[in-house]
């Protein structure tokens, strides 16, 4: 694993928009004060962005007793159970049962907010329903590599504006970001299955 803490990964990203390395998070300087400032919304951005394998987890979910039905005893007029939103899910990717054939694509659902409780809910037809999602892993020794490299493209992007006052340093970081996203989306399908993917050039590739 190539990065083992915040400040290396801070440094990774600090070094793409040539900016000089911080010695900790509590020294006094622009570049430490623009990644706290940063670095959590950066992380949750990159990994709602793609359902990482490393931050995968497949969840029972609770059924939400305050979310009221409708008239007709449905919730919008059309979904029969309500669940609580995981309070450690950062993107829910599937909803299913354990007799879903197709766990996949799994069952349909919405995630929606409910006003009066201030939270979100699930809504779906799925009794006993189990949700996939990204968790919220903040602890980096679990990041995988390929993470790793697009939370600190992100991380650059969002720090070039204050640190370099160019909007194009930020612009071309951010590309870098999505292309490295798209590959992680490649390699995904590439270890899940064969197919074509697996021989398509590297976005990353393309922009280098």
């Known amino acids: 694993m190539p990065m083992t803490s915040k400040t290396d990964i801070i440094n990774q990203a600090l070094a793409h928009i040539k900016q000089r390395k911080i010695a900790s998070l509590t020294e006094v300087s622009i570049q430490a004060s623009e990644a706290l400032r940063c670095y959590e919304i950066a992380r949750h951005e990159t990994l709602r962005g793609h359902d990482w394998g490393f931050a995968t987890v497949v969840k029972s979910l609770s059924l939400d007793s305050t979310y009221a039905t409708d008239s007709e005893g449905t919730y919008a007029g059309k979904w029969i159970y ?16 354990v007799g879903t054939t197709d766990k996949d694509n799994g069952e349909q659902f919405r995630v929606v907010y409910d006003d009066t409780n201030n939270k979100k809910v699930i ?14 892993v903040q602890d980096v020794t679990m990041f995988d590599a390929n993470f790793v490299s697009a939370f600190a493209y992100r ?51 393309e922009l280098r």
């Open 123 to 136: 809504l779906t037809d799925t009794d006993e329903a189990l949700g996939e999602y990204t968790f919220d």
């Open 155 to 205: 991380l650059a992007a969002d720090m070039a504006p204050n640190l370099t006052g160019d909007d194009s340093i930020a612009e071309s970081m951010f590309k870098m970001y999505t292309a490295l996203m798209q590959d992680a989306e490649r390699v995904a399908s590439y270890e899940s299955k064969d197919d074509s993917s697996k021989t398509a050039k590297s976005s990353y590739e």
């Open 82 to 97: 309500a669940y609580t939103y995981p309070a450690n899910c950062v993107a829910m990717w599937h909803i299913y049962s």
